[in-house]
Structure formats: C-alpha cells, structure tokens
Nanobody, 123 residues
Framework: QVQLVESGGGLVQAGGSLRLSCAAS????????MGWFRQAPGKERDVVAV???????VYADSVKGRFTISRDNAKNTVYLQMNSLKPEDTAIYYC?????????????????WGQGTQVTVSS
C-alpha cells in the first residue's frame, strides 16, 4: 500500500524554524515529483514548494528565501526546512507525489497525498 506520512509539525514562535519530513512507502519514489502544499482555515490548498527527481525546485513567492525543499531518494523522504516563520505560515501542511517528473504546481496534478501535519506560528 502506497503511503505518504508527514511529521515535524508543531507550535513555534514567529521567527522560529521547523523541519517537516515526508516518508514515502510502498514503492520507490525516486523518479516522482514531490511537493509540499498547505491549507489555512477557510482557504484553498496551495503549493508551497515542489521538487523533481533531479533536485530542481520551484517555490511559492511567499516562502522564497525562507523555506527549502529537499529529498533523500535513498530514504524515500522529502523535507521542508522552514525558517523565519511568520503567523501567516500557520496551516496544515501536506506532502504530495506525482508519478511524472514535471514540476507542477496545482493540487490536481498530484494523485498521492499524506494526511497532513499542523504548523502553528504564534506572534
């Protein structure tokens, strides 16, 4: 059974850092494009960052320079390092995977999703 499991969320003060992890199981994901999305209360789910098999990345403008997406194909794991966190970063963060390697930014481009992990940034 294919699964994506996120971890690393929590409560942090503004200016702090968190590192999210997404462990993939059930198949090898090294050729998959992987992404982090987030959904704040009352808002749509939006892309945060995506990474393809070769390490190419794309970031949402709101997180450029603060967040870094990376992957360890040997561990089947994708990471999101979040620095200089702001209250507006508060959301449920989801890991997603798509079989094709293209760097797509829309929710509908991804067929596999984790259950999400809550990130809360206090002011």
């Amino acid at each position: 059974q294919v699964q994506l499991v996120e971890s690393g969320g929590g409560l942090v003060q503004a200016g702090g850092s968190l590192r999210l992890s997404c462990a993939a199981s059930g198949r090898t994901f090294d050729t998959y494009a992987m992404g982090w999305f987030r959904q704040a209360p009352g808002k749509e789910r939006d892309v945060v960052a995506v990474i393809n098999w070769s390490g190419a990345t794309v970031y949402a403008d709101s997180v450029k320079g603060r967040f870094t997406i990376s992957r360890d194909n040997a561990k089947n794991t994708v990471y999101l390092q979040m620095n200089s966190l702001k209250p507006e970063d508060t959301a449920i963060y989801y890991c997603a995977a798509r079989k094709d390697p293209g760097l797509r930014l829309q929710v509908y481009d991804y067929s596999l999703w984790g259950q999400g992990t809550q990130v809360t940034v206090s002011s």
